[in-house]
């Protein structure tokens, strides 16, 4: 609905090809640049004037440019998806800053930064404009009405976000939304969450969480042999009696003390790039683990939850307010690497809750299925069933 959608697609196969470009240049041109070092360690002159130094050099360069573009692109499309769900949420139309921000973990600058980045290259269907003397995000004129499925009663918006119908108590509350000659309903799945953490977790995370203690232990040994690797090779590579004993010893096809130190000095400089090869990847699966860890927290007690709205400080790693910036920061961390499904982080009334089991329905009618085509309006009248697709309006 605010995406574009066939430009992302275009952008995400230009970063598949800028990802494969960009590996291969940084690949090839370290290890030509890493097996002139290690050959000619004792003079750097002749590694400085070699004709393949300055291709590598640009060559490197190239390829983290590559990467860096592609990455920066990537995080930034995860973003933009981040908004678009959120304004698709929105029943309102107005949409401050400093909630989104608040939703986001980000400050209010980045948000305001990135909205005015993001209509431009990858968003749609909004504008900035001031309302009541402060800038705020103004979406396509909406209608909507919010109903409850159990007993039908029409409620106001701001009954709906309390997951609670006033009139039987039911938390089987939709809405219907009218946005831009397109028509979606948003309503909620709590019956497939209810002591089923899975539905809010990532399928067998337990396994997951498992496998990334295993890569961790991987990765630390790996670590741990580079660096091995490299106090060996330095303190044979200074030891006199070690290479008087190789040179003597008949056994090697070494025929002077610097081809024998070249060797030493080529078997360093891999251990080092192997150990520093898996600093990142250590950090990496740690922060995973951690992502995981909350993931499997939350999903259980999401799943003990009788409404589809819960407050976020009530959230097992944000009752403790001391650790509570923290702990919403690592929710968002899991919601990002998808460990968990199924929820959102909404602002409603000014307070900051979670939405669950929230499934947003497009251009499909709320009462039989059937798919809506063309042009709605608030008459529209479905052409299978013939329901009123909206009935009782209310215009913001």
Same mark, same amino acid.
């Given at each position: 609905?605010?995406?574009?959608?066939?430009? *992302?697609?275009?952008?995400?196969?230009?970063?598949?090809?800028?990802?494969?470009?960009?590996?291969?240049?940084?690949?090839?041109?370290?290890?030509?640049?890493?097996?002139?070092?290690?050959?000619?360690?004792?003079?750097?002159?002749?590694?400085?004037?070699?004709?393949?130094?300055?291709? @590598?050099?640009?060559?490197?360069?190239?390829?983290?440019?590559?990467?860096?573009?592609?990455?920066?692109?990537?995080?930034?499309?995860?973003?933009?998806?981040?908004?678009?769900?959120?304004?698709?949420?929105?029943?309102?139309?107005?949409?401050?800053?400093?909630?989104?921000?608040?939703?986001?973990?980000?400050?209010?600058?980045?948000?305001?930064?990135?909205?005015?980045?993001?209509?431009? *290259?990858?968003?749609?269907?909004?504008?900035?404009?001031?309302?009541?003397?402060?800038?705020?995000?103004?979406?396509? #004129?909406?209608?909507?009405?919010?109903? @409850?499925?159990?007993?039908?009663? #029409?409620?106001?918006?701001?009954?709906?976000?309390?997951?609670?119908?006033?009139? @039987?108590?039911?938390?089987?509350?939709?809405?219907?939304?009218?946005?831009?000659?397109?028509?979606?309903?948003?309503?909620?799945?709590?019956?497939?969450?209810?002591?089923?953490?899975?539905?809010?977790?990532?399928?067998?995370?337990?396994?997951?969480?498992?496998?990334?203690?295993?890569?961790? @232990?991987?990765?630390?040994?790996?670590?741990?042999?580079?660096?091995?690797?490299?106090?060996?090779?330095?303190?044979?590579?200074?030891?006199?009696?070690?290479?008087?004993?190789?040179?003597?010893?008949?056994?090697?096809?070494?025929?002077?003390?610097?081809?024998?130190?070249?060797?030493?000095?080529?078997?360093?400089?891999?251990?080092?790039?192997?150990?520093?090869?898996?600093?990142?990847? *250590?950090?990496?699966?740690?922060?995973?683990?951690?992502?995981?860890?909350?993931?499997?927290?939350?999903?259980?007690?999401?799943?003990?939850?009788?409404?589809?709205?819960?407050?976020?400080?009530?959230?097992?790693?944000?009752?403790?307010? #001391?650790?509570?910036?923290?702990?919403?920061?690592?929710?968002?961390?899991?919601?990002?690497?998808?460990?968990?499904?199924?929820?959102?982080?909404?602002?409603?009334?000014?307070?900051?809750?979670?939405?669950?089991?929230?499934?947003?329905?497009?251009?499909?009618?709320?009462?039989?299925?059937?798919?809506?085509?063309?042009?709605?309006?608030?008459?529209?009248?479905?052409?299978?069933?013939?329901?009123?697709?909206?009935?009782?309006?209310?215009?913001?």
């Amino acid at each position: 609905m605010y995406l574009r959608e066939k430009r *992302i697609r275009i952008l995400k196969v230009k970063n598949v090809i800028l990802v494969v470009f960009g590996l291969f240049f940084v690949a090839v041109s370290v290890g030509v640049m890493v097996s002139l070092i290690s050959f000619y360690h004792d003079d750097l002159e002749t590694v400085l004037k070699a004709r393949a130094t300055p291709d @590598c050099v640009k060559a490197t360069i190239l390829g983290v440019i590559f990467l860096l573009i592609a990455g920066i692109s990537r995080r930034l499309i995860g973003e933009a998806n981040i908004y678009s769900s959120y304004f698709e949420g929105d029943l309102s139309g107005y949409i401050k800053y400093s909630d989104l921000a608040e939703v986001t973990g980000k400050s209010t600058g980045m948000v305001k930064l990135q909205l005015h980045l993001f209509r431009r *290259i990858y968003m749609k269907g909004y504008e900035l404009e001031m309302v009541e003397q402060t800038e705020q995000v103004v979406l396509n #004129s909406k209608k909507c009405m919010c109903e @409850c499925r159990h007993c039908g009663a #029409s409620i106001e918006k701001r009954i709906y976000f309390t997951g609670v119908c006033p009139y @039987c108590g039911s938390s089987d509350l939709f809405a219907k939304v009218l946005s831009d000659s397109r028509f979606y309903s948003i309503r909620n799945e709590m019956s497939e969450g209810i002591k089923n953490p899975e539905f809010y977790s990532l399928k067998n995370i337990k396994v997951k969480k498992n496998l990334f203690k295993l890569y961790l @232990c991987l990765g630390a040994s790996a670590l741990a042999i580079g660096v091995l690797i490299c106090l060996e090779n330095l303190a044979a590579y200074n030891n006199k009696e070690y290479l008087k004993e190789v040179l003597l010893s008949g056994k090697s096809h070494y025929s002077s003390y610097e081809l024998i130190k070249a060797e030493i000095m080529d078997s360093i400089i891999w251990g080092a790039v192997l150990a520093l090869a898996f600093v990142p990847v *250590i950090i990496n699966r740690g922060k995973k683990i951690k992502y995981i860890f909350v993931a499997d927290d939350c999903s259980q007690y999401f799943s003990q939850c009788k409404t589809p709205f819960v407050n976020a400080e009530n959230l097992p790693v944000a009752k403790n307010e #001391s650790n509570r910036k923290t702990g919403l920061k690592l929710v968002r961390g899991a919601l990002r690497q998808h460990y968990l499904s199924n929820c959102t982080f909404e602002k409603h009334d000014g307070v900051l809750k979670v939405a669950l089991a929230k499934k947003i329905v497009k251009d499909e009618c709320p009462s039989c299925g059937g798919p809506i085509v063309g042009a709605v309006d608030e008459q529209y009248q479905c052409r299978y069933c013939g329901t009123v697709i909206m009935g009782v309006v209310h215009k913001k």
